[in-house]
Nanobody
Framework: QVQLVESGGGLVQAGGSLRLSCAAS????????MGWSRQAPGKERDFVAA???????YYTDSVKGRFTISRDNAKNTVYLQMNSLKPEDTAVYYC????????????????WGPGTQVTVSS
């Protein structure tokens, strides 16, 4: 079974950047579609981005042009580069494995990591 651990979160001012990492152990990620979701206080967990086995990227509209998802299969790691951050990006960010269904729905993912907090100050 795959275990995922996110890192790279922190406190940043609006307009700043962060790079999140999702390191996997237990199984190679090569054959999996991987995704990032986020959950703000009092809100549901929402899809942010996904990367296919071939590197094809998918994004929710609110992060298009600002976030970039990528994967390094040799390092068994998935990344989320976040630029031009806004206060509304504040949330706990989770990575997970796509298990079936709509690729842009957080409910289509499993094997969630514990998450990493991102806080964007105005």
């Amino acid at each position: 079974q795959v275990q995922l651990v996110e890192s790279g979160g922190g406190l940043v001012q609006a307009g700043g950047s962060l790079r999140l990492s999702c390191a996997a152990s237990g199984r190679t990620l090569t054959g999996y579609v991987m995704g990032w979701s986020r959950q703000a206080p009092g809100k549901e967990r929402d899809f942010v981005a996904a990367v296919g086995r071939d590197g094809t990227a998918y994004y929710t509209d609110s992060v298009k042009g600002r976030f970039t998802i990528s994967r390094d299969n040799a390092k068994n790691t998935v990344y989320l580069q976040m630029n031009s951050l806004k206060p509304e990006d504040t949330a706990v960010y989770y990575c997970a494995v796509f298990t079936g269904g709509r690729i842009d729905a957080s409910t289509s993912y499993g094997y969630w990591g514990p998450g990493t907090q991102v806080t964007v100050s105005s």
